[in-house]
């Protein structure tokens, strides 16, 4: 009934940029914190940043500076702005957001993750 819907991901060269989107589409009632994560190869994944409703903002210490976390309430829609990219930036990228759904006239909420984009930093 939900999806989350990432585009964006690509190749750059290192200290190029990228702008990630998270399109969240079917019965939402309304969406409250999202995040983006980022999992590298033979590494965990890692939380990125995070989003709550009124716009509130946390990064990991590797990316502050550097990434924008945004969200548009009225598109369903998250942004990850990526200027400085580096060669350890690469990752598949994954956004996750919390989400009020409706069936009819059922509401609860649950956790939803988007499918991955890819990123890549090389010359």
């Known amino acids: 009934q939900v999806q989350l819907v990432e585009s964006g991901g690509g190749l750059v060269q290192p200290g190029g940029s990228l702008r990630l989107s998270c399109a969240a589409s079917g019965n939402i009632f309304s969406i409250q914190d999202m995040g983006w994560y980022r999992q590298a190869p033979g590494k965990q994944r890692e939380l990125v940043a995070t989003i709550t409703t009124d716009s509130t903002t946390t990064y990991v210490d590797s990316v502050k500076g550097r990434f924008t976390i945004s969200r548009d309430n009225a598109k369903n829609t998250m942004y990850l702005e990526m200027n400085n990219l580096k060669p350890e930036d690469t990752a598949v990228y994954s956004c996750?957001?919390?989400?009020?759904?409706?069936?009819?006239?059922?509401?609860?909420?649950?956790?939803?993750w988007g499918q991955g984009t890819q990123v890549i930093v090389s010359s």
């Open positions: 996750n957001a919390d989400i009020v759904y409706y069936i009819g006239s059922y509401y609860s909420n649950k956790e939803y």
